[in-house]
């Protein structure tokens, strides 16, 4: 029963998550004047948000022994549907938000939060049961999936700033009709200033997961590639950039590759191994990114051969925050 309910409550979030895609695909193609409430992409969410509260709350009924993910996955649902009400005032407020502020107004990043409190607690139960399993993919899907939901929900509200929804390299020859990018200024300095901004923005928050969740919760395998892919192909097919998705593919091989390394040389201590995951996955996704972008690429040689070289700086930055070099003779020391 309790593989069952886990399932069923990983399909639940997941659907809500495409449902809030939907939705911000919508406002990008259409722009952000809503009719009605009641449109398909709020029918996939808050069905999924409401089959996430009754599967959780099944759960927490038959005693089983992830009562206190169940609990968090359950408490998420709730604070959604409170930050729903919140949002509906602050409409009647301050009126409906149009852009960069539709993703920072206070009501709209409490659903965030509120999502992330649900999220977790997916992720705590998955560990719950992949500790009771027996081992193998069944047992560690679940967390690959709640890992990968984490980090998308972690990007959500930096959608402007993210490689995989701005061309800002190529001046929005791909995205730049959208009437969400109404009115951006795409070839200024500032311009510029955001596309770098973005890049290495993602490498501190990939790296961050590579190094931080993957690193307590064990490395299976397909995790790097699943959590790349998630952020990349929901980001793209958000913003219609699909280039970005594809973009995703190289630094998805290059982390799975260099996850097998720390597999087999140095497990949850070999530090070494996280600083190459951390540094050069973002390095390598930002050149790609820039690479298939030639033929339409407004940046100028210095900015397009320096950005890869800056993200990829970060995300071994990161790395070193997350995991400080050990003394000399320590078992936890650098490998």
């Known amino acids: ?86 949002d509906v005032v602050w409409h009647r407020w301050v009126g409906i938000e149009v852009g960069l502020e539709a993703l920072l107004s206070p009501a709209h990043l409490g659903l965030v939060v509120a999502s992330a409190v649900s999220g977790a607690g997916l992720l705590r139960v998955a560990l719950a049961h992949r500790a009771a399993a027996p081992p193998g993919w069944r047992a560690d899907a679940p967390v690959v999936a709640g890992l990968a939901v984490l980090f998308r929900i972690t990007t959500w509200s930096l959608f402007y700033s993210a490689p995989a929804a701005a061309d800002y390299a190529a001046g929005g020859a791909r995205v730049g009709s959208w009437p969400a ?56 097919a958000v913003s219609g950039y699909w280039l970005a998705a594809l973009a995703a593919v190289a630094p998805a091989v290059a982390g799975e590759a260099l996850a097998a390394r720390i597999r087999q040389s140095g497990g949850r201590d070999g530090r070494a191994g996280y600083r190459a995951l951390a540094g050069l996955v973002p390095a390598v996704g930002a050149a790609t990114s820039l690479v298939l972008l030639a033929p339409e690429l407004r940046w100028s040689p210095a900015l397009t051969a320096g950005t890869p070289v800056l993200a990829g700086l970060y995300g071994l930055a990161t790395s070193l925050l997350m995991l400080p070099p050990g003394r000399v003779g320590d078992n936890g020391g650098d490998r």
């Open 1 to 86: 029963m309790e593989p069952v309910l886990l399932w069923l409550t990983l399909a639940a979030v997941v659907i809500a998550q495409l449902g809030a895609h939907l939705d911000a695909a919508y406002h990008v193609r259409a722009g952000f004047a809503l009719e009605s409430f009641w449109t398909w992409p709020h029918a996939v969410l808050y069905g999924g948000k409401a089959a996430t509260a009754v599967v959780a709350a099944i759960a927490l009924r038959s005693g089983t022994r992830a009562t206190a993910g169940y609990g968090l996955v359950l408490a998420g649902v709730g604070l959604f549907l409170i930050g729903g009400g919140i």
């Open 181 to 236: 990018f109404a009115g951006m200024a795409w070839d200024t300095p500032a311009a510029a200033v955001a596309g770098v901004t973005g890049f290495v923005l993602h490498a501190v928050l990939l790296a961050g997961f590579l190094v931080g969740p993957i690193r307590a919760c064990g490395l299976p395998r397909g995790a790097v590639a699943a959590i790349i892919g998630w952020d990349a192909g929901l980001t793209a």
